[in-house]
Every structure is written in C-alpha cells, then in structure tokens.
C-alpha cells in the first residue's frame, strides 16, 4: 500500500494522450459551425449535412472496438498515428466536397474512423496500463477535461477561420493541423501485455473477454446507458448553432456557448475524476443524467435569451463528459485492463449509436416539422431512463472461477 501511494503518475504518456484528445475532440465537437455556410454555398439542406454527421458519429462508434483491440494487440501509438492520417484526408476531402457523396465519405466515414482509432478508449486505455487503480479515476478525468479543451479552443478558433478563411480553407488549415497528432503518439506506445499493471491483469482470448463482458448484467445496462449521452451530446453539437440562429439569438451567442460548453466540460470532467475515485460511479452517473434532463428542460420552459443560452452552456458543460471518466472506470473495475480497449470501445459503440440518430432525427425531424422540439423533450426522457439504467449497477470485479494470478 505504502508502494502504490507513492507511485508518481506517467506524466509523459498522461500529456501526449492529452494533447491527442484535445487535437481529436476539438474539429468534431466544431462541426455544427460549418453546417449553415457550407449550406449557403452548395444549397444543401440540413438533412444532408446532418446525415454526414450522423455517419461520422456511426463510423467513430463501429470502428472504435476494433482500434481499441488493435492497440490493445500492436500497441496504441500506431493507432494514433492512423487517427491523425485518417482525420487529416477526412477534412480535405470534407473541404473539396462538391457533391453529398463526398461530404459524407470525407466528414462522415474517414473523419468519423479517425477519431474512433483517436478516442477516449484508446488513449485512456493507455493511461489505465500505466497508473495504479487509485490513479485511474483522476487519470481518466485529466484526459477527458483535455478533450473538454480541445471544444473550449476550437469553438472560437474554427469561427474566426471561417469568418477570415471560408468554411472550405477553414477545413484545409485543421486537416494540416490534425498532422500534430502522429508526432504525439510516440510515448504511448506499448500495448496490453506492458505497462507498470501488466503483470496483475487476468489472462483472457479476446473471445473469451466478449463473452464474459456481454454475459455480465451491469456491463450492459453500462453499455445501455451510455447510449443516451451519445444521443444528447452528439444532437446539441451539430444543431444547437443552428437552433439558436432559428429562436433568434445572434450568432456570436453560438460560438460563446460551444466554448463555454467546452470550458465547463474542463471542470467537470476534473470534477469527475474526483467522485468518482471517492463516491459510487453508478449513482454519480445516475445523478448526471437527472442533471442534464433537469438543465435541457428549464431552458426549453423558461424564455430565451442570451443569459440563458449562457446559463444552459455553462450547467450542460459540467455534465457533458463528466460520463466518460466513471463510465471507463468501471469497465476497468469490472474486468482489468487487458482487454480495456476493446470493452471500452463497444461502450462506446453503443454511445455512438446514440450520437448517430440524435444527429440524424435532429436534421430529420427538423426539416419535416419544421422544430427541434420533439429531440429535444425525447433527449429529457432518455435522461430519464438512463438514470433508472444506472442505479442497479454493481461496481465490483467480475467473478471468475480462476484466480487472476493464474
């Protein structure tokens, strides 16, 4: 015990897998300011932006398991070097787009697979082989608040490129940044079998991780749960610019309420890493949703100004991804960190099945009703059920027959 508490954290892999995020969440958590000048210039309509986005978010959810059990096996700064190849070609290709084909391979399925083989798993996982399990929670919090800051910087950073650049150069000029990314995978390099934790991880076939992982109750009302979070976060990215445009707000309230979304993410993401490593992570996660219902449906209710664009930024910003550090503890509380890349990356999954029609119902209904209105109440009531999915989460180790030592 007097070993593990003096164990120093791995600052070098715990800043480059947080700069990473950072580089990887900053464009995507961006898009929703390119939807209504790139529709401008090619006479699109919001469907078809929203469905690309949609795909994005499809494609981040499908691919990320397999990334995740590729630098679980060959180790994670090779993924991370494909995330920023993939991402780069992604928003050229998003730039040059001169038909809906092109907007949907480009920003929807190249984009979509970078930040699935740059995301949250794959890097927490790398963190998670490196630091004690009474490191894990405020690790998993530091890199979650640094994907928080790449939101906060490129809110305001993607708007001036546009107001200065053009949507199409504003793309080219984040495809030359995203170009940083493979420099920065070298400290984390390594997969499942090194690391400071390799020797006490439980031996298991990838084979033989599924299926203890979808046999076990609370992984799937984790899995479950995570859903709903893809599903209002994803929705609020892409449309809220828009929604805000459409009540009549002006512009700049936009970009200032993605950056406060993004600031106030840096917090509670840090706050999260916090309770979650003294308080119950399912509860906490209960509680996160109740909060994000308890904020959407006070802003829809009460009347709509700048203060309370402001107001609703700044509260949906500490519950934001405030999910994601508990929600990958427990998936490593519950079966180690071998295969941690690839159970985390099926949360995930399901989170972006989630992201994938908050995105496409939002353009969807949008254009056929005219409002956002019905996503929104339908995002209230899957907070709801997210809350009742998560309070019977057991937050403890699978039982296994045999001994991990073996």
């Not at 790449?150 to 490129?161: E, I, N, R, T, Y």
């Not at 150069?169 to 390799?198: E, F, H, K, T």
């Not at 998560?390 to 039982?399: G, K, S, T």
Request: hydrophobic fraction near 55%; proline fraction near 5%.
């Amino acid at each position: 015990m007097v070993t593990t508490a003096r164990t120093p954290m791995p600052w070098l892999i715990i800043i480059s897998g947080s700069l990473i995020a950072m580089m990887t969440f900053g464009p995507r958590s961006a898009m929703g300011f390119f939807q209504l000048p790139m529709l401008a210039d090619t006479g699109w309509d919001r469907s078809t932006f929203g469905l690309a986005m949609a795909l994005q978010n499809l494609c981040w959810g499908i691919s990320q398991p397999f990334f995740g059990a590729l630098a679980d096996k060959y180790g994670t700064s090779r993924v991370l070097i494909a995330s920023g190849l993939l991402y780069a070609t992604g928003l050229l290709l998003m730039a040059h787009a001169d038909a809906p084909i092109w907007l949907h391979i480009g920003g929807g399925v190249l984009v979509g697979m970078a930040i699935g083989a740059g995301s949250f798993s794959v890097i927490l996982s790398a963190f998670a082989r490196h630091v004690t399990p009474e490191q894990r929670s405020m690790a998993f919090g530091i890199g979650t608040a640094a994907g928080s800051a790449g939101m906060f910087l490129f809110a305001p950073l993607s708007q001036a490129l546009i107001s200065n650049l053009g949507w199409s150069d504003s793309l080219v000029a984040m495809s030359v940044m995203m170009l940083i990314v493979p420099l920065l995978a070298y400290p984390l390099r390594g997969n499942a079998s090194s690391g400071s934790q390799s020797q006490s991880q439980f031996k298991q076939s990838v084979g033989q991780a599924l299926k203890e992982a979808l046999g076990h109750k609370s992984y799937l009302l984790l899995t479950t749960g995570f859903f709903v979070c893809g599903f209002q976060v994803a929705f609020i990215t892409a449309h809220f610019p828009a929604y805000l445009g459409d009540i009549g707000i002006e512009a700049r309230y936009a970009v200032i309420a993605m950056a406060l979304i993004g600031f106030f993410n840096i917090i509670g993401s840090l706050a999260a890493g916090v309770i979650g490593q003294r308080y119950s992570k399912p509860y906490f996660l209960a509680f996160i949703y109740i909060g994000r219902s308890i904020a959407v449906t006070a802003f829809l209710l009460l009347p709509h100004t700048p203060a309370s664009v402001v107001l609703f930024a700044a509260v949906m910003g500490l519950l934001w991804l405030s999910t994601v550090p508990p929600t990958n503890a427990l998936v490593a509380i519950m079966f180690g960190t071998r295969h941690l890349g690839l159970l985390g990356g099926l949360v995930f999954l399901s989170h972006q099945i989630g992201s994938f029609l908050g995105v496409w119902m939002g353009g969807y209904l949008y254009d056929r009703l005219g409002s956002y209105d019905s996503v929104w109440w339908l995002g209230v009531a899957l907070g709801l059920f997210a809350a009742v999915v998560h309070w019977p989460i057991a937050e403890r180790p699978v039982e296994r027959g045999i001994p991990a030592a073996a």
